[in-house]
């Protein structure tokens, strides 16, 4: 399907002959604008695909046995509870803060990666909506390619690499 392309910069149309059936240009805007939303909405639509139909069952038969042998009881998990960590005022990363998530609840708090943290350390950041903080690096390498600013728009990790590189990563 075709968008309607053309600028509007009359001030009035008419839809026949009749005076009562003129129209304001911000009304052909507002209907040109919504027959190209609807377009769009038209070109994202999902297609039919032959030999299928929404209640098909397209998982075979093998496969389903497969998965159902699984032992999934046998696999081997950490409970992952986690534990917050509200933060109001600027402080260093301690070793007991392992696991847990830092909510930054007030601005422009610094948080200080100390340069003794063990290589098993990681932990969470983010922030209460509005608020904000960031990460201040000692003499560690690192490598954060998304910054170390903490908002409330984005969780980041912590961690260590093998090499004892120190990691920030959304």
Request: aromatic share 8%; charged share 35%.
């Amino acid at each position: 399907m075709k968008k309607i392309e053309i600028e509007d910069k009359r001030d009035t149309r008419q839809l026949t002959g009749d005076p009562k059936d003129q129209f304001s240009a911000s009304d052909f805007n507002i209907i040109k604008s919504t027959i190209n939303n609807l377009i769009d909405e038209v070109a994202k639509k999902q297609s039919k695909e032959e030999g299928k139909s929404l209640s098909a069952e397209n998982f075979t038969k093998e496969l389903k046995e497969k998965i159902e042998k699984l032992n999934f009881e046998s696999i081997e998990s950490e409970s992952r509870d986690l534990e917050y960590l509200y933060v109001s005022e600027s402080r260093s990363l301690k070793e007991s803060d392992k696991g847990k998530v830092l909510v930054i609840q007030n601005s422009a708090v610094v948080i200080t990666v100390p340069n003794e943290l063990s290589k098993k350390f990681n932990c969470y950041f983010t922030a209460i909506k509005n608020f904000n903080g960031r990460l201040e690096i000692g003499s560690k390498e690192f490598d954060a390619p998304n910054g170390l600013e903490i908002t409330d728009k984005l969780t980041k990790s912590l961690g260590f690499l093998p090499d004892g590189k120190l990691i920030i990563r959304p």
